[in-house]
């Protein structure tokens, strides 16, 4: 931030009087409002055992009374239909009493010896069941599929699409049938099932690449030969016996014992070995929950948390939510009978808001501790400073590499307990030369394997969505030149962004005689086990968000990965059989260009929340904070200076009462500030939509390759002609107003679930508006409070229009464009704002919206002086007469 320009008068006593004044009264309505805060969530904390027989009697009352109205509602209509059946049933039945009458009669008495009248009788019975049976053949005529008239419709009505096929009458079926449709292109299958793999499929390959195996990591399994599980075919084991047959399980007794002995305890074991899903269970089973109080399980995905927990409450018997559940942002899956509980770690640092000690927790494991994310880091030293002053709650660092001797050191000498993970040798190649293209040289490498090795599921590692989509396009089209001879391949991708159901599609067993490939980001290299992995690819690259203090930038750019983390890959191949890892890169490369471990998050990326969290809890010494490994002092100053411009802090770096508000948002501190600004410009329900939509911002739309023409038509609909902001809450409110159709989405070029999501976040976002005391009010009519609103937040992101026909950033000069895909892309207004900055090919301006500057000022006077603000295409040419070349 730039400095302050200096007064000319000393400031009097009186100023600073009424400075300390305003600060110290600021502090009392910032205590007053935690400590309101802090009752409502004690007030709305379910005690089961104290609820008194008057409120349990008043819910069974409202309860048969909901019982009894929905049972008025449903009888007559359940009426109707048994009446249906009845009758049709009878039909049936009268029709079959009169064949068999029929039939009797004839058998019994000739007709010779009839008199005429029961001639007659005889006759009439059989026209009757003729008729009968000619009635049911037309009945069946009537739902053959054929074309209908369409039906006359009144002015305002609108046309019912009808389908005789049963799966069309139900509702949201079109979406359904697109969805199926996306379903099955994310896991392609090609080639013959009964097909047998020949030797002479190399010869297919147009390209391959030479390997060679440079090393090769031991198994510590012993008796191989006994336990090996076939390459060819894994035997699918019951839950009981799978736990069983994990590396933790010999240890159980021990392990538990050590628990019990030491307060703090380093976990060292594979990924794979068993400790995330089994640890909690043994302690919930050994009395750790016994009184009451939680097992805490922290992750550092929220993908990792909530597959996990599924898994867990599979293995208990019980349903997700009850005994054991999930919390991650934005959602939480728990409930009061909770007794293990798996979680993000930002999660934890906001229970560490409403409960500094974590009471209610006995023992509180921090998994993946090795990914050294930002959120993970800053819970090293909260937990470590709590276990001081609570000797009963222990705490398990758990981590998958051999850096356990650093966490050890610095939770003062902890000890360390080992737990063996891989189980089979694991055989590490390296190309011959460097390849140039990494994705084309993955999608070589698995038709390589696919038609050479022994069945057997492939793992490889990309960087990112996009790649993993750009891969499954390669693989599924050389696929189908390779012909259908080949085995049967599934291709499975896995990110953060993917459905959820979809992402389960890579835990279901492999079908026999088929290879199953899974395309994952690094989310596989720890978070997540994957059955029956044989072969792993890895390229040597991942994304990383890293920021530079200068600009105040944040750019994700692929890197190549660590040490450790080609290690952690090459270990994904050893689980179910002796494995084969490839690595698109030289033995030289490795030991010569890769840094032995990954550089921790906490020094390469923006601290504003997390000073915000910290402040928060009352850790006003940042500096000299307990960090295990220190953030750069650039960034924390930057954060601390951020912060005290949106407002959080007050000039002695003590938190405000906006910043306590502000702390309540699982938020960037920026989007927070634009929430409390909504209280003052009455707009707060438009801004939550924006703020949702924001958190799903990049998954909004969609454009199916064959249907691009339509899919952009559809987004210019909904394009608000003072930017992006308004445009992404034109969408959110239309889609309000269909009733949340997913027929709607689907015909907008809408993904659904990225609505659904939103509207998840909206509702969060409106409890926490409500629990820092702010009215929920409406200004759709006017988009300038609107927008003041957003710049009330973001006035740190401002771009200007400048001569050479290019945005520059306000503050930096830095040159920047504005998105293709923004609404503004063929605009050009003077002033915008900008949610974030994205660098791909160049410095892009993502969601971007027009302001006038003179709203800067009004915003954010301390940041911004009018001389900055001066727009020299507006200014006029001065009245003075210039001096002539005579004069010189």
């Known amino acids: 931030m730039e400095k302050r320009s200096k007064r000319h008068h000393t400031p009097s006593p009186s100023d600073s009087d009424s400075a300390e004044e305003t600060r110290a009264k600021d502090i009392k309505e910032r205590d007053e409002f935690a400590k309101r805060l802090r009752k409502r969530d004690e007030e709305k904390v379910k005690k089961v055992s104290e609820s008194s027989n008057k409120r349990s009697y008043e819910e069974a009352a409202k309860r048969l009374k909901l019982e009894a109205e929905d049972r008025d509602k449903i009888l007559p209509k359940l009426r109707i239909q048994s009446r249906r059946k009845y009758l049709q049933k009878r039909k049936d039945d009268k029709v079959i009493e009169l064949e068999d009458d029929i039939a009797d009669d004839e058998y019994l008495f000739d007709e010779s010896i009839l008199t005429e009248r029961e001639k007659r009788e005889r006759e009439h019975k059989k026209t009757l069941l003729q008729l009968a049976k000619e009635h049911e053949k037309a009945r069946e005529l009537e739902n053959v599929q054929r074309y209908h008239m369409p039906q006359d419709l009144g002015k305002g009505e609108k046309g019912e699409y009808i389908e005789v096929d049963e799966n069309e009458k139900l509702p949201n079926s079109e979406q359904r049938k697109w969805e199926q449709e996306q379903i099955k292109s994310a896991f392609f299958k090609f080639g013959a099932k009964d097909a047998k793999a020949q030797d002479e499929y190399e010869l297919l390959l147009d390209e391959q690449i030479?390997?060679?195996?440079?090393?090769?990591?031991?198994?510590?399994?012993?008796?191989?030969?006994?336990?090996?599980?076939?390459?060819?075919?894994?035997?699918?084991?019951?839950?009981?016996?799978?736990?069983?047959s994990l590396p933790v399980f010999p240890f159980r007794d021990s392990l538990i014992e050590a628990i019990?002995?030491?307060?703090?305890?380093?976990?060292?074991?594979?990924t794979g070995s068993g400790k995330t899903t089994q640890i909690p269970q043994y302690l919930h089973e050994a009395g750790f929950t016994d009184d009451g109080k939680k097992i805490g399980c922290t992750q550092p995905r929220r993908v990792?948390?909530?597959?996990?927990?599924?898994?867990?409450?599979?293995?208990?018997?019980?349903?997700?939510?009850?005994?054991?559940?999930?919390?991650?942002?934005?959602?939480?899956?728990?409930?009061?009978?909770?007794?293990?509980?798996?979680?993000?770690?930002?999660?934890l640092h906001r229970e560490f808001l409403s409960e500094p000690d974590l009471a209610s927790y006995s023992v509180m494991i921090i998994d993946e501790a090795h990914e050294r994310t930002l959120h993970t880091d800053i819970l090293f030293g909260l937990v470590k400073d709590i276990t001081?002053?609570?000797?009963?709650?222990?705490?398990?660092?758990?981590?998958?590499?051999?850096?356990?001797?650093?966490?050890?050191?610095?939770?003062?000498?902890?000890?360390?307990?080992?737990?063996?993970?891989?189980?089979?040798?694991?055989h590490i190649y390296y190309t011959k030369a460097p390849e140039a293209d990494y994705i084309d040289a993955c999608v070589v490498t698995v038709l390589q394997i696919h038609a050479t090795q022994p069945l057997g599921d492939i793992l490889v590692f990309l960087t990112g969505q996009e790649e993993i989509e750009t891969c499954v396009e390669m693989l599924q089209?050389?696929?189908?030149?390779?012909?259908?001879?080949?085995?049967?391949?599934?291709?499975?991708?896995?990110?953060?962004?993917?459905?959820?159901d979809m992402q389960a599609k890579i835990f279901e067993p492999t079908p026999e005689g088929a290879r199953k490939v899974v395309l994952a980001t690094n989310i596989a290299e720890t978070s997540l086990t994957i059955d029956n992995i044989i072969y792993v690819i890895d390229p040597g690259f991942a994304k990383q968000n890293n920021f530079n203090s200068k600009t105040g930038m944040e750019s994700l750019m692929v890197v190549p990965i660590s040490k450790a983390s080609a290690n952690q890959r090459a270990g994904r191949a050893g689980r179910v059989a002796a494995g084969k890892c490839f690595r698109l890169y030289t033995a030289w490369a490795y030991k010569h260009e890769l840094e032995d471990n990954t550089v921790p998050e906490i020094q390469r990326i923006n601290l504003g929340n997390a000073v915000l969290t910290l402040k928060a809890l009352g850790i006003n010494d940042l500096i000299h904070f307990d960090f295990l490994d220190p953030p750069p002092h650039e960034t924390l100053v930057l954060a601390l200076e951020q912060l005290y411009a949106l407002g959080a802090l007050n000039h002695h770096g003590e938190l405000t009462k906006a910043g306590r508000r502000m702390a309540e948002f699982p938020t960037d501190p920026m989007l927070a500030k634009m929430l409390l600004a909504s209280e003052k410009y009455k707009c707060s329900e438009e801004i939550v939509s924006i703020a949702a939509m924001l958190s799903v911002n990049s998954s909004v739309f969609y454009r199916p390759k064959d249907k691009i023409i339509h899919a952009d038509t559809a987004r210019k609909n909904f394009f608000h002609?003072?930017?992006d902001h308004l445009t992404i809450m034109n969408v959110y409110n239309q889609w309000a107003d269909s009733d949340y159709s997913v027929q709607w989405c689907y015909e907008n070029f809408i993904q659904y679930r990225s609505m659904k999501r939103a509207r998840d976040v909206r509702e969060q976002l409106v409890g926490l508006m409500e629990r820092v005391e702010i009215d929920m009010v409406s200004s759709i009519s006017d988009d300038t409070n609107i927008r003041k609103a957003i710049t009330a937040g973001y006035f740190y992101h401002i771009a200007k229009f400048s001569k050479g026909g290019h945005y520059k950033t306000v503050k930096h000069n830095q040159t920047v464009m504005i998105h293709p895909n923004s609404a503004l892309f063929e605009e050009l207004p003077r002033w915008v704002i900008y949610h974030e900055l994205v660098f791909t090919s160049k410095e892009f301006m993502r969601q971007v919206t027009e302001i006038e500057s003179k709203w800067l000022l009004e915003v954010a006077p301390h940041y911004y002086k009018s001389k900055e603000l001066e727009d020299s295409t507006n200014k006029k040419m001065p009245k003075t007469i210039g001096k002539s070349a005579n004069n010189f």
């Open 304 to 347: 990792a948390a909530m597959s996990v927990a599924a898994r867990v409450a599979q293995e208990m018997n019980v349903k997700l939510g009850n005994e054991v559940g999930y919390s991650i942002r934005f959602e939480d899956c728990t409930s009061d009978r909770t007794v293990i509980k798996y979680m993000t770690d930002g999660t």
């Open 721 to 723: 002609r003072h930017g």
């Open 260 to 270: 019990k002995n030491y307060q703090i305890l380093i976990v060292e074991g594979e």
């Open 388 to 426: 001081r002053f609570r000797p009963d709650l222990k705490l398990l660092i758990s981590s998958a590499t051999l850096d356990a001797e650093k966490f050890s050191t610095f939770f003062d000498d902890a000890p360390i307990f080992r737990i063996p993970g891989r189980r089979f040798p694991v």
């Open 210 to 244: 030479d390997f060679i195996q440079a090393l090769q990591l031991e198994g510590n399994q012993e008796k191989k030969d006994e336990e090996k599980i076939s390459e060819y075919k894994k035997a699918r084991l019951t839950i009981e016996e799978t736990k069983k």
């Open 477 to 500: 089209e050389r696929t189908k030149k390779i012909g259908k001879k080949l085995k049967e391949l599934i291709i499975l991708p896995v990110y953060a962004n993917l459905p959820t």
